[in-house]
């Protein structure tokens, strides 16, 4: 199979291409390399299946170029900054929801019609039924994030019905582990790299989460690619655990060896749009025989030995 | 109140304009009549309290100054052709999805914060649950209007959120009544003109189909903005009944005085992305206290009458 991965030099797309070409598969990358980092591709780099394209979603000529021949598109590329979307609205309007449109356009152009989708948890919004599934009752959306990535789905489903497309569309918590760009853990990494003794934490501290580790999410993708042939393919991805803040700054402190004085903002959520609680329910993924390897525990103190061992993420991900 | 109406020369915007002048409230429409006819505002020019600005939404800065001042707006502005969506895709992206972002960033830029949207039925796609309650298991959608329409709420409800936005979302049925100007009463009685003897059919006439009277539709739509003050406010908006297209078919020709000879190009439904069956739980609406004053039957009568008074629409909604 000849997969082509947009988003492909970013934390979940570079794992992939890397498993894709582990599993013998031709891979493209498509990236513009604004988040995205080269080093994530040095291994893809060395394979004789691996092309890399480089060039925006919005070159619309060029991605359908760079697509073609292709049969398998994961669409990973998004503004996956969840926390900023009040300060620029436009930006996930335009990098998830018209982006996607673009990729659904490139790939009619080039008649391929299988798409795996990045989508997300923030989707259920502030969810009532949790664990949530995958049939909860219509969401209110709350952040711009989710606002789009739900446009995403709909575009997607509407090409599957329309196009005859076929969708994998998989609903993440919060994933981490090697190549972990941004969010709470290098957060935290900085600020105790700045000052060892002393820690803010946004919220109270409880804010529960659920996280999950990068390579038990690709497993469950390629169960899903693999094993399902519907037309739309809908699946949470997560575990069946979750922590609060608190004990992912224990994990991180500890890994560390470090003991500080932590200082909270308070409120019971970290900023505005931000879910106190995604838990997904992951009974249908579960029901395919896959489960997760790695406990939050583990994916915490994982993601904390990468960062270590590459400290330019902290200036990069700046 | 001081209201301001995108899609104001059109359908239900037109005579939402109207009504509210008649309940003494200031209105500013604004249209760039495209689809909105100028003779659909006549009555409106005709008062002190109207005022029309001709524009586009995508003149964004237009769109901002001439929302200056207004309390309240009501976006009707969209592209309602559910049909045409496959033939050009972007469409419903632009003029629905992206055209709501401006239409919330203009309401931002002027520090208004209510708003009112006409979704649809058609976001609960393939419905399981039928009559379809706002709480329905987050559908599927199979349609790239649907899919657009759900974005826009999306948008919507992520601006409440966010910005302290209050908004009010109706999803429709298919409206019909006094400057209805497309779908399927338009159609047969074009086609009847055309040939009083035989009149071809799309699918096998056995669709089942909800309408909702225009009037009954603005009734619903004041009572639950008068009444209603959460951050997000979403109603169905139908009757309790429902009608085959054959029945739609008997009470068009019954009132034009034919009797055609019918030729069905048979299958379930008239076109891809067609719902067999759009019937909405109206109980959340009905618990305010209303309730549609007309029957279907009434209604596509209503229209067959309005069209027979009006047959330059022929001509005009081609």
């Given at each position: ?158 090409y599957a019905e329309g196009f005859g497309f076929q969708g994998y569309i998989f609903r993440f918590v919060s994933i981490l582990g090697e190549r972990y760009p941004h969010g709470h853990v290098i957060d935290f990494y900085r600020k105790l790299k700045a000052d060892p003794h002393k820690m803010e934490v ?117």
């Amino acid at each position: 199979m000849h997969y082509f991965v947009t988003g492909g030099a970013g934390f979940i797309g570079s794992n992939m291409a890397d498993r894709l070409l582990q599993c013998g598969h031709r891979v493209t990358v498509y990236d513009n390399f604004v988040t995205g980092h080269r080093e994530y591709l040095e291994d893809a780099m060395k394979s004789g299946s691996f092309t890399l394209a480089e060039g925006a979603l919005e070159e619309e000529d060029k991605l359908a170029q760079a697509m073609k021949g292709a049969d398998f598109v994961f669409h990973f590329a998004a503004n996956a900054d969840v926390r900023m979307g009040l300060s620029h609205p436009r930006k996930d309007l335009e990098q998830n929801t018209i982006n996607t449109y673009r990729v659904l356009e490139a790939m009619r152009a080039n008649g391929i019609k299988r798409i795996g989708f990045s989508s997300t948890g923030s989707i259920y919004g502030e969810a009532e039924v949790i664990p949530t599934p995958e049939d909860a009752p219509i969401p209110v959306q709350t952040s711009l994030y989710g606002a789009s990535k739900m446009a995403c789905e709909g575009l997607i489903e509407a090409y599957a019905e329309g196009f005859g497309f076929q969708g994998y569309i998989f609903r993440f918590v919060s994933i981490l582990g090697e190549r972990y760009p941004h969010g709470h853990v290098i957060d935290f990494y900085r600020k105790l790299k700045a000052d060892p003794h002393k820690m803010e934490v946004l919220g109270d501290g409880h804010q529960k989460k659920s996280y999950l580790y990068v390579g038990d999410c690709l497993d469950a993708i390629l169960t899903v690619t693999e094993k399902c042939r519907e037309k739309v393919n809908i699946f949470n991805l997560g575990t069946d655990e979750y922590c609060e803040v608190n004990d992912s700054i224990g994990w991180i402190t500890e890994r560390l060896g470090y003991d500080p004085e932590l200082a909270y903002t308070g409120g019971d959520r970290g900023w505005v749009g931000d879910n106190p609680f995604i838990y997904l329910d992951t009974q249908k993924i579960r029901s395919l025989g896959w489960k997760p390897k790695l406990t939050i525990r583990e994916a915490v103190e994982r993601t904390v030995d990468y960062i270590k061992e590459n400290e330019w993420l902290l200036e990069a991900a700046k």
